[in-house]
């Protein structure tokens, strides 16, 4: 399940893309926040996770800024706090903006069943975004717990990453998925 539709909740609140030509007043903003860059040298070394509260509130409106919104449709949290702050906290922030009418849902990347379990605690999750393809599976107990709950799943790398691994999967997975790897 997706999180309800535009009938439901009003307006899309952002124009599609300029080079999009589809049609612009119909869409949804999805971004995340609770990450930030040390350098900009090396994307797997200079990122790191940062949930505490100030930098959630402090993503939102750089992200609204930049997406030129006044509402971001679904706003997730990147990953879990690095610096030990509690995810109850984190997710404290999100209903803060939720209620502020700054984001329309929350979602969650990179997380346990037990996080989610916690996080929904704090406030209604509508999305878990975490690694599933047919060569890591591993977050199957996550994508039953969201059809449980009637969460969205959205796995990311979905055809196994990025470069070669994609290529290959044309030819290293089971028919289903090597139509669409090709």
């Not at 609770?34 to 949930?51: A, C, E, P, Q, Y």
């Not at 930049?66 to 509402?71: E, F, K």
Request: charged share 25%; proline share 9%; hydrophobic share 35%.
């Amino acid at each position: 399940p997706c999180p309800p539709s535009p009938a439901k909740t009003g307006p899309p609140h952002a124009k599609g893309p300029p080079g999009w030509g589809g049609d612009r007043d119909v869409g949804r903003v999805a971004t995340k926040g609770g990450i930030t860059r040390s350098n900009d040298v090396k994307f797997d070394v200079d990122l790191r996770n940062d949930g505490r509260p100030a930098q959630i509130l402090r993503d939102c409106e750089v992200s609204l800024k930049a997406l030129g919104v006044d509402r971001i449709g679904l706003y997730q949290l990147h990953s879990k706090d690095e610096h030990g702050v509690p995810l109850e906290e984190t997710m404290g922030a999100f209903k803060q903006l939720q209620d502020e009418g700054k984001i329309a849902h929350v979602g969650l990347s990179n997380v346990t069943v037990e996080e989610l379990e916690r996080a929904q605690k704090v406030v209604d999750i509508a999305s878990v975004q975490n690694l599933f393809n047919p060569g890591n599976r591993d977050n199957l107990a996550m994508i039953k717990a969201c059809e449980a709950k009637g969460i969205a799943f959205l796995p990311y790398s979905p055809l196994g990453g990025l470069g070669q691994r994609a290529r290959d999967l044309g030819t290293t997975a089971p028919p289903p998925c090597a139509g669409v790897a090709a």
